[in-house]
């Protein structure tokens, strides 16, 4: 597994881009990741799922963890999925109702601050 981290478009958000297959072996990676973009004070985290061959359960929890870290906060986590056999294991969990999702980086991101907004009206 491969992780690389970017500033968003917007100073709150930070991208972080996954790569290889994500599991029990390597999913502490990613969680350290996680935390130390949220701990830099990226309160919305857009994932990006799209290079990912293999996903495990250990590895939604990492996400649904990250995300519940972000909502304490102000933020969220959103995921950029773009392999079916991901979104399927999405749709059967209800992680698909959980998660903003979509195929872009800047449309997860978008919908992140836009549903942020919301929340503050």
Same mark, same amino acid.
């Given at each position: 597994?491969?992780?690389?981290?970017?500033?968003?478009?917007?100073?709150?958000?930070?991208?972080?881009?996954?790569?290889?297959?994500?599991?029990?072996?390597?999913?502490?990676?990613?969680?350290?990741?996680? !935390?130390?973009?949220?701990?830099? &004070?990226? /309160?919305? %985290? +857009? =994932?990006?799922?799209?290079? #990912?061959?293999?996903?495990?359960?250990?590895?939604?929890?990492?996400?649904?963890?990250?995300?519940? !870290?972000?909502?304490?906060?102000? &933020?969220? /986590?959103? %995921? +950029? =999925?773009?392999?079916?056999? #991901?979104?399927?294991?999405?749709?059967?969990?209800?992680?698909?109702?959980?998660?903003?999702?979509?195929?872009?980086?800047?449309?997860?991101?978008?919908?992140?601050? +836009?549903?942020?907004?919301?929340?503050?009206?």
């Amino acid at each position: 597994m491969d992780i690389k981290t970017s500033p968003g478009n917007i100073d709150t958000t930070c991208w972080v881009t996954v790569s290889g297959d994500l599991d029990l072996s390597n999913v502490e990676t990613l969680n350290e990741a996680l !935390r130390t973009m949220q701990d830099a &004070g990226f /309160v919305h %985290l +857009v =994932v990006d799922l799209g290079a #990912v061959a293999f996903i495990d359960s250990t590895g939604f929890g990492v996400l649904v963890e990250a995300m519940r !870290r972000s909502r304490t906060t102000g &933020g969220d /986590v959103g %995921l +950029v =999925v773009k392999q079916t056999h #991901v979104k399927r294991v999405m749709e059967i969990t209800g992680l698909d109702r959980v998660f903003v999702t979509s195929d872009t980086p800047e449309d997860v991101e978008a919908q992140l601050i +836009v549903g942020v907004q919301a929340d503050n009206s």
